[in-house]
């Protein structure tokens, strides 16, 4: 089975930063995309951004400008650079990857669109 397991979460000031890894292991996988999702108490589970296998990406508004993901394929890592961090910025971030719409160039931004998950690393903003 494919294992992903995030990391770098932890306690940061309003406008610090902090940069969270996901790492796969497991069955060998080819993902079209791989993106970062959050969660806050009382709160749905929210699309953050994608990469694509090719290298290009997609944000949520919300974060656009202060947040970078990026993929390095000989590590088999994904990362998340998160600059100017805002209390509403609290959550728990998951990883996520999925083998679904090869040969498109679309951006999954759904949950139900992803086939695997990390156990998520907790950010917490403080004010």
């Known amino acids: 089975q494919v294992q992903l397991v995030e990391s770098g979460g932890g306690l940061v000031q309003a406008g610090g930063s902090l940069k969270l890894s996901c790492a796969a292991s497991?069955?060998?996988?080819?993902?079209?995309?791989m993106g970062w999702f959050r969660q806050a108490p009382g709160k749905e589970r929210e699309f953050v951004a994608t990469i694509r296998s090719g290298g290009n990406t997609h944000y949520a508004d919300f974060v656009k400008g202060r947040f970078t993901i990026s993929r390095d394929g000989a590590k088999n890592t994904v990362y998340l650079r998160m600059n100017n961090l805002k209390p509403e910025d609290t959550a728990v971030y998951y990883c996520?990857?999925?083998?679904?719409?090869?040969?498109?160039?679309?951006?999954?931004?759904?949950?139900?669109?992803?086939?695997?998950w990390g156990q998520g690393t907790q950010v917490t903003v403080s004010s």
């Open positions: 497991g069955r060998p996988f080819s993902s079209t995309a």
């Open positions: 996520a990857a999925t083998s679904n719409y090869p040969g498109t160039s679309y951006y999954p931004t759904r949950p139900y669109e992803y086939n695997y």
